[in-house]
């Protein structure tokens, strides 16, 4: 009996240690990962990350391509106050209030794709973001009317769009094609006519006919591009209904349409640029879709661990082709 006493007293010893009362408990907390304190950083450098300047690149280059389809652009303008305004405008003005407003009315689908954003990170409370995006409007219109006002209603025009794509209930990029397209529209076709009516001492539907269609058909090749950006969301918009191509067809699939969709625009500028009598330039524009062709076979096996690098990559010729359509264009009002 006493043995078994003695027993017990040291199991509850080894229980409750030396002191007779029981230790405090090491337990790792879990952390959710969406849920973590923002990181602090200045006010200057969380409006840029709002703003997210890298999206800026593609509308500031679709507006030289169609100052340079002008005719009338050259070095010297690179260094007058109409192209520092349109710099201003398709920078950090327009291209950022459609991402703030992009992210504005995303944070549910940002809590689950990217939870780090200002927005779902809780370093931009709804309040501050609703300031922000109306100050931004009421400066990209008035930029854009200053550098002409025509190119003051596109700016309105394009602020629309960024309403129509991510705002409910429309949420343009909920329906499948529909969001892609206007999102190449806004980054292409506008800039791009907005940069030829800035230099361009005509404005005619006839005299801007050559831009709208190599425009046009870049435009489709961007459906494309855009197609690639949804891949590192897919989970997000999965769970909350929305019918990107990679959701709809698959990944595989999605990265096929869009590999077919960049191909097929680019060659039919080329095709169009041959029959304007620019048989050089139409072959560069054709020959530039090669390497794109290539990396889109590594694409296309494995869409999500390539959309970047193919992005980083094949966007460099692309956009090239872009910048020989307008020379081209250019060509025939000289």
């Known amino acids: 009996m006493s043995d078994f006493l003695s027993k017990q007293q040291n199991t509850k010893r080894k229980q409750t240690g030396s002191t007779g009362t029981f230790p405090r408990l090491h337990v ?13 950083i200045s006010r200057i450098a969380l409006l840029i990350r709002f703003l997210k300047p890298v999206t800026w690149i593609p509308v500031i280059w679709s507006f030289l391509c169609g100052a340079v389809a002008s005719g009338a652009f050259g070095w010297n303008e690179l260094f007058g106050w109409k192209f520092f305004l349109a710099i201003l405008l398709t920078g950090p003005l327009a291209s950022g209030t459609c991402q703030m407003l992009n992210d504005y009315f995303d944070r ?5 794709n990217e939870p780090y954003r200002p927005i779902p990170g809780g370093a931009i409370s709804l309040k501050n973001a609703t300031l922000l995006i109306a100050v931004w409007s009421v400066l990209s219109v008035i930029t854009g009317y200053l550098i002409h006002p025509v190119i003051g209603l596109y700016v309105v025009i394009g602020i629309i769009n960024a309403h129509l794509y991510s705002a409910n209930p429309i949420k343009l990029k909920k329906r499948l094609w529909a969001g892609n397209i206007i999102v190449a529209v806004s980054y292409l076709v ?4 907005a940069g030829e009516i800035a230099y361009s001492s005509q404005i005619s539907l006839q005299a801007l006919m050559p831009s709208l269609i190599v425009a046009g058909l870049f435009t489709l090749s961007s459906t494309g591009t855009m197609t690639i950006n949804d891949f ?4 997000g ?3 909350n209904a929305i019918r990107t191509l990679p959701v709809v067809f698959g990944e595989s699939k999605a990265a096929l349409i869009a590999a077919i969709l960049i191909n097929t625009g680019q060659l039919l500028a080329a095709g169009y640029i041959l029959m304007l009598g620019q048989s050089i330039l139409a072959l560069i524009v054709a020959l ?14 494995a869409p999500k661990t390539m959309d970047v690098r193919y992005n980083a990559i094949a966007q460099n010729f692309l956009v090239a082709g872009m910048l020989v359509c307008a020379f081209a264009i250019k060509a025939l009002r000289v």
Do not use: A, G, N, Y
């Open 28 to 40: 790792r907390k879990t952390v959710s990962q969406k849920k973590r304190p923002p990181k602090t």
């Open 108 to 112: 549910d689908l940002d809590e689950i």
């Open 190 to 193: 506008i800039p791009w006519v």
């Open 232 to 235: 590192k969301s897919v989970e």
């Open 237 to 239: 918009d999965r769970q």
């Open 288 to 301: 530039l879709v090669i390497p794109q062709f290539l990396m889109q076979f590594s694409l296309v096996r």
